[in-house]
């Protein structure tokens, strides 16, 4: 994480805010076709004590609602109040998409593939550019959360660029069952962050329109302990969570994809360490006629899994480790 330079005061949005401040700013994007704005809240917490600013979002895509309910419990439960610098949590970006559940702008496009933006181009660029250039600069350190897309649940993880030994650190800190290393794509959050010499870690765990308990627990204690690490967990918020064992750090992974379709039934649950072989899921017709068993095509652990009821020839339904690091 890069040095802070410790200033008194946070410009942000054109507001100035000193230390030992609590300040929600609504930060507004657009207007409705009615003229009624259309804000998102951006809520602050400075500490009296300077230190690093830490930006906590979610909701990029606005069907992921697990990513919304652990910035939620980071508020609610008071560990947005940090004992020294600056925490900056935004629960929801995309609030167009939150309201009609799916992951896009009304423009059609997905905001995490038009960053950095641009000052005239379509209502999501727009967005991104005013993110980047007003409240982005601000930040020394962001966690991004994130769930898979449609009825594709992801085993909790982050994702990182394995080559960045400083970000490799954190993921290790946060301690998620696994971390992915993933290059970071052109048009991303994380991407932007990277050549902005932002840190970034992105976690990822559930699916979409879907908010799950045990997902949302390993995203706070993750935040938890990144805190902590930071020096940033004020006494008062109770750190207190079992041993874990080390997150598994996964180089490369693969799709097994429906070599028919009809309705799927999963046998494992995501996560598990499969043996090559081991039945995974039973595709069958609707007339009782046909039943096909998927199995590992190798050793490794399913760290996506399809949850739909029915699937089409073609379409992935497990996402299994093909190496580890060593």
Known sequence: MKKTEET?????????????TSKTINFNIANLYTSTKVEIPIIIERSKKS???????AGIHGDEINGVEIVRQIISKKINKP???????????????????????PDGRDLNRV?????NGSLASRFAYQFVNEILPVADFCLDFHTGGGSRFNAPHIR??????????LAKVFNAPFILLSENLEGSYRGTCAKKGVDILLFEGGKSQNSNRDIAKEGVLGVLRIL????????????????KKDTIIVEKSSWMRAKYSGLLHIKIPYGKLVEKGEHLAT??????????????????????VNEAPIVYKGDAIFRITTQLAS
């Open 8 to 20: 008194d005061v946070l410009s942000i949005l054109g507001e100035n805010i000193p230390l030992g």
């Open 51 to 57: 230190g690093p600013t830490v930006l906590i979002t």
């Open 83 to 105: 004992a020294k610098g600056t925490i900056i949590c935004i629960p929801l970006l995309n609030v167009f998409g939150f309201l009609s559940m799916n992951r896009f702008f």
């Open 115 to 119: 960053f950095p933006g641009t000052k």
């Open 160 to 169: 990182v660029d394995g080559k960045n030994e400083r970000l490799m650190n």
């Open 228 to 243: 902590n690490h930071l020096e940033m967990l004020k006494p008062s918020v109770e750190l207190s969570y079992p041993d």
């Open 283 to 304: 595709i069958t017709d609707p007339y009782g006629k046909m039943r096909h068993v998927v199995k590992a095509p190798n050793q490794g652990y399913i760290i996506n």
